[in-house]
């Protein structure tokens, strides 16, 4: 089977990263966070001052911007920036940025491309609705907004980011909002989708579920060996 496309859509906070990474492993798939990618050009914004609102310069703007994923690092204009898209300053326009008909368009087509023939596994907000809606597996994973908010606070102690809760709390909701309110490519669980509130669930259970429905379309439950290490 050379080709095979698992989308993994979800709010934000609900794992979807963590659990695409580690399904990437399993089954040997190549891994794209697309939420990285529209991280990278939020920080581009962010370090060049860049008026959200001025779509005129927007286009010429894009076409500064390269982006490469390598071995989960993400390089902007060359430079590695993996830690630097992972921010409250980021999250907080993240939202906005996505929501740029000229932005989606370019990093949808290059979705797109990077999949194409490929085993992969890709998370984000509409990648079982618009960049692959034919995708053999679709998971659409969700969490209250309170564990959401624990998950995202506690990411930022162990980086070593001074973050109020409270606030994290309210910018998980803001996120919410904009994300399935904006126009463009809202945030919204495709029909055909597998929908797992990983709430009180463990990475190793939401791993162990969305593996069964995997391994129901390759008809191989030893698809892979031994246990992963979590």
Known sequence: MENFVVAIDGPAGSGKSTIAKIIANRYNFIYLDTGAMYRMVAYYFIENNIDLKDEKNIQKLIENIELDVENNKFFLNGEDVSEKIRTPKVNSIVSSVSA????????VEQQRKI???KKIILDGRDIGTVV???ADIKIFLIASPEERANRRY?????????????????DIKKRDYLDSTREESPLVKANDAIEIDTSSMTIDEVVENISKYIDKKFDNPNIYVGKINL
């Open 100 to 107: 740029i008909k000229k932005i989606r368009i370019k990093l």
């Open 154 to 170: 506690k990411e930022y102690i162990e980086k070593g980011i001074k973050e109020d809760y409270q606030k994290v709390f309210e």
């Open 132 to 134: 692959f809606p034919n």
């Open 115 to 117: 999949g194409f023939n």
